[in-house]
């Protein structure tokens, strides 16, 4: 276990060095109450301090075809805005864990942690007032646990929900993303703007972070966990990347080994809802979205192959991307609704949502 803390005190100790993040005196310090909706023993403190890992503000943005940093293998999270399609690579939130972005009326965040493989983009309107986030130095379930800098209150990234302070209780509105590879998300979207190098601090963005200093085992694939957890459930292997889903505080799993070679859907019951999930492993993708549509009809959908940035259509000659959203079409414009997910490693979300059901 020394050996493995000693990993994340590097990353830390690199991840303070560099350009000062900008000032924040506008916005209170964390100041955690008594009131926790988890165990205040279980939150531990991970040692970099509040901003400790410095977010980024608005990161320059290069389009794809001038960026030369990323590998075809890359992980990116990928999101729809009003001025089109960006992209938010691993290599860049290894090393940040919050990006605050914005897009003209549209203000996000994206939130990654690389100790449980999760990432989500929240809206930064809390109560019809902006904010920001920022990486609180907290872990719950070696989970990431931001804080939002108008109000000092920690969230818990995969429970999705303010744990701590004036917002307990409260859920983000949140984003539809994607997470694939480089190669899959410039097939998708040839056009779409990626986080330049040029981020205002000094760091080895070509360089994984989370190597184990003896043995070289990488994080992202061998079973070690530098921090504890409540519950390690063995039916998958630790660091399997999964797609989760959360209906009625109840998860369900779905794995790449269901969507082996290209496009494909499952049409799934699950907690009185029908869903559709849509992946292929070959592409390194799995989203999910309800069938049931507002105006009452149900829809099946069928995958489409060679057809991006479309993924599936349906009966009534729809098409329809990741991002849920009809692309041509009689429903032109219209959203799928999507339930509360997140891709991340197996043992994460298997302490998060315990008895989890797994797609088999």
């Not at 909706?37 to 509040?50: F, H, N, T, Y």
């Not at 293998?73 to 914005?102: C, F, M, Q, S, V």
């Not at 981020?199 to 966990?225: C, M, Q, S, W």
């Not at 197996?346 to 302490?351: D, H, S």
């Amino acid at each position: 276990m020394k050996s493995y803390l000693t990993i994340f005190a590097f990353v830390c100790l690199l991840a303070s060095c560099g350009k000062d993040p900008l000032p924040y005196n506008a916005f209170q310090n964390i100041t955690p109450v008594d009131q926790w909706l988890v165990p205040k023993s279980k939150v531990i403190d991970a040692g970099p301090g509040k901003d400790g890992i410095p977010a980024l503000e608005q990161p320059e943005m290069r389009l794809a075809t001038e960026i030369g940093y990323l590998d075809e293998n890359d992980l990116i999270i990928g999101i729809n805005t009003e001025d089109g399609y960006r992209a938010y690579p691993h290599k860049i939130l290894d090393w940040h864990e919050i990006i605050n972005d914005r897009v003209k009326s549209k203000h996000f965040s994206i939130n990654y942690c690389p100790l449980t493989g999760s990432a989500m983009a929240w809206d930064m309107f809390l109560a019809k007032e902006l904010s920001t986030y920022g990486v609180s130095g907290f872990l719950y379930n070696s989970n990431l646990i931001p804080y939002d800098r108008r109000s000092g209150s920690l969230w818990s990234q995969m429970l999705m929900k303010c744990i701590n302070g004036k917002k307990i209780g409260q859920e983000p509105h949140m984003y539809p993303i994607i997470e694939t590879t480089w190669s899959t998300w410039k097939k998708m979207y040839p056009e779409s703007k990626v986080v330049s190098l040029n981020t205002g601090f000094n760091r080895p963005y070509n360089v994984y972070p989370y190597i184990e200093p003896l043995t070289k085992a990488d994080y992202r694939h061998d079973p070690f966990l530098i921090f504890p957890v409540d519950f390690i459930d063995d039916r998958l292997s630790r660091k399997e990347r999964i797609l989760g889903v959360t209906i009625n505080d109840e998860g369900k799993a779905y794995r790449f080994k269901s969507f082996e070679g290209p496009i494909s859907v499952i049409h799934d019951q699950f907690q009185g809802e029908t869903i559709v999930v849509a992946g292929s492993s070959e592409m390194n993708f799995m989203v999910v979205f309800e069938t049931h549509l507002e105006d009452g009809n149900e829809l099946m959908f069928q995958a489409l192959n060679d057809e991006f940035p479309a993924i599936m259509s349906d009966a009534e000659g729809n098409k329809w991307d990741v991002f849920g959203k009809a692309i041509d079409g009689p429903r032109k414009g219209e959203q799928l609704v999507i339930p509360k997910t997140c891709m991340s490693y197996w043992f994460a979300w298997g302490t998060f949502y315990r008895d989890s059901e797994i797609y088999n």
